[in-house]
């Protein structure tokens, strides 16, 4: 999205932090041991979750110049969400807030916002060009407690009414950010309190929506009697009112308050277990404000909010946890679901794919993950293994040269031997895969502990994970119920611990091949519930092959990644000509090629024959030789004319 340039939907304005949050659950926050990391702040949990319901939002924040604000910018960039707005503060460190689910009632919460760089945010970083460029403004009532964020937070809607757009209010009351409580009271959601009403209520005047729970209504409203606070804000706004009622769905008022909330106009409600309230909120207000800033009717907007809470209730994490567009059309297609949402196998995997970042429509990958043959390769030049890894770090300098063509790149490297290549890359923009198999291993090991989601947990998130097996449809029962039992947990690891999975099967080492082969193997694999993100598949001479290979992902897995092919130390021109004939596959995005590549430049490093340099001019030579090779392929096939199902989009 080019920024302020582009006319947004949306702009949210207040909280920007990180969410750390424990990864324990039914315990109290003092016996959590570990905590993942997930962008926060519920204007930023919104703006996220109105841009993966197709919504172009942008944010107005400030982040710390931190390790923790580079996270929160880069993860804005990667979900679609504009950062004109978002200002790097020098002075304050970015938000931090630690969170646990001890029971479905109880969620211990601590802020840490001391002097934190969004709270302050002052008029001044209100771009008046950026919040013209927006449809709607959204201001957040947590951020309205600090002087200089109230201002800010008014001077933004006074120049959203003034060019025609509208101003939603997210009460979002935190009793702990006003001073009310003992700051470990962070879940406390109520404190009574008339000089916080009397602030809240100064914005009201300036509101086309006002959205919140009961409790929300209480504060700003003045009154615990809900209908009653309802009508006392009533008389100072003709704002759209939305009182979220949890498990009860929501009731909109766009007019006088009736004697009950039951009265109001309701959308369909979800009845769901209840595992994680938090971010619950902002889910509903982003789900309402797909219907509402589009205009829909005031039921679909209310159903839309109902679901997309009921969807993030379920899981753990806030924004992390908020569906897509396609996500939201499953889960309100009528398919019967289970209570307990997040077994909702189809459900689940529509999310983890449809959130997935990055798209890789061509991409070539220096595959030098192998580690039994390098080893063969120290015996043969009687090199000490030793030397392996620095051979290894120097996949990144070949890759560097090739990559100012353009274009995506990937390395292929291993914890064992390439550890010091992995590092190298971490600030690099290239895909980068890491294997998790022992070598050779059939039945599938893997090179870890027997435990692989301890060891997958270890690693980077932007490290894929690629495990290859020798598999064949036609091998022994046994042994096909063993490896896919292997495969199982390994994808449920790699889904827990949120990283991408890479199936690379090698069916022609150990039994008859046919155009059929792939296929079926395949299919087997899908049959077992496995649904990897990356296919890695040998290379076929004939389009039957990669036809059948196609309408299998397809008729599985149309969200797959898609398919890299890998090379088996075939000679340069064999692999062009199999590029030939995969390049007419759109399920083919292109090429992870190891020994085709490194065989000769590895074995005369190893043999003294050639420096550091030499051996990164000779691989940067063999790899851009293959990656001409698939662009030329790729670009023949989209220039020929269309065959039939080889050509559908994948």
Known sequence: MPGAAQQLDLITIGRSSIDLYGE???????????????????????????????????????????????????????????????????????????????????????FYRENCADMALVPDDIDEAFVRSAGAVLINGTHLSQPNVFDASVHACRIARAAGA????DIDYRPVLWGLTSKDMGENRFVAHAGVTARLQEVLPLCDLIVGTEEEMHILGGSTDTVAAMRAIREKTSALLVCKRGAHGCSAFPGAIPDSLDDGVVGRGFRVEVFNVLGAGDAFMAGFLRGWLLDEP?????????????????????????????????????????????????????????????????????????????????????ADP????????LTLRAVNQLANAGGHFGILLDGRYGMRGLEAAADSPYWIGRPIELPGSRPLAFESSEDVATEVATWPRNHVVKCLVFYHPDDPIELLGQQERQLRR?????????????????????????????????????????KPDW????????????????????????????????????????????????????????????????????????????????????????????????????????????????????
């Not at 509208?166 to 209010?169: E, N």
């Open 24 to 110: 324990q659950t039914g315990g109290r926050l003092e016996d959590m041991m570990s905590f993942a990391k997930y962008i926060g702040g519920s204007p930023t949990n919104t703006a996220i979750g109105v841009a993966r319901l197709g919504l172009r939002s942008g944010l107005i924040t400030r982040v710390g110049a931190d390790h923790f604000g580079r996270f929160i910018t880069e993860e804005l960039a990667r979900e679609g969400v504009v950062t004109d707005g978002v200002a790097i503060d020098s002075e304050r460190l970015t938000a931090l807030v630690f969170l646990g689910i001890s029971d479905p009632d109880t969620f211990p919460l601590i």
């Open 166 to 169: 509208r101003v939603v209010f």
């Open 298 to 382: 005031l039921e679909t907007s209310c159903e839309y909010g109902n679901a997309c809470g009921a969807i993030v209730v379920s899981r753990h994490g806030c924004a992390p946890a908020m569906p897509t567009w396609d996500e939201l059309q499953q889960f309100l297609d009528g398919t019967p679901r289970p209570f307990r949402l997040r077994d909702d196998a189809a459900l689940e995997h529509v999310h983890w794919a449809s959130t997935r970042t990055g798209a890789y429509d061509d991409l070539t990958v220096l595959a030098m993950d192998h580690r039994s043959q390098f080893e063969e390769l120290c015996r043969e030049t009687g």
């Open 386 to 393: 030793a030397r392996i890894p620095a051979f290894k770090a």
């Open 490 to 530: 390994l994808q449920d690891a790699c889904r827990k611990t949120r990283h991408e999975l890479l199936l690379e099967v090698i069916v022609s080492r150990h039994g008859a091949v046919d155009t059929q082969t792939a296929a079926r193997a395949i299919q087997r694999l899908y049959d077992q519930g496995l």
């Open 535 to 650: 296919w890695k598949l040998e290379p076929a001479a004939d389009s039957e092959t990669w036809g059948n290979i196609e309408r299998v992902i397809r008729r599985n897995d149309p969200l797959c990644r898609g398919v890299l092919l890998l090379g088996l130390q075939a000679s340069e021109a064999a692999l062009a000509a199999s590029f030939q004939v995969a390049a007419a596959s759109p399920i083919v995005k292109g090429f992870a090629v190891g020994r085709t590549i490194f065989a000769d430049a590895a074995a005369r490093w190893l043999s003294g024959e050639i420096d550091d340099d030499g051996a990164v001019a000779e691989l940067a030579t063999r790899f851009g030789t293959l990656v001409n090779a698939w662009r030329a392929a790729r670009e023949a096939a989209n220039n020929a004319p269309s065959s039939g199902a080889t050509r559908e989009a994948v």
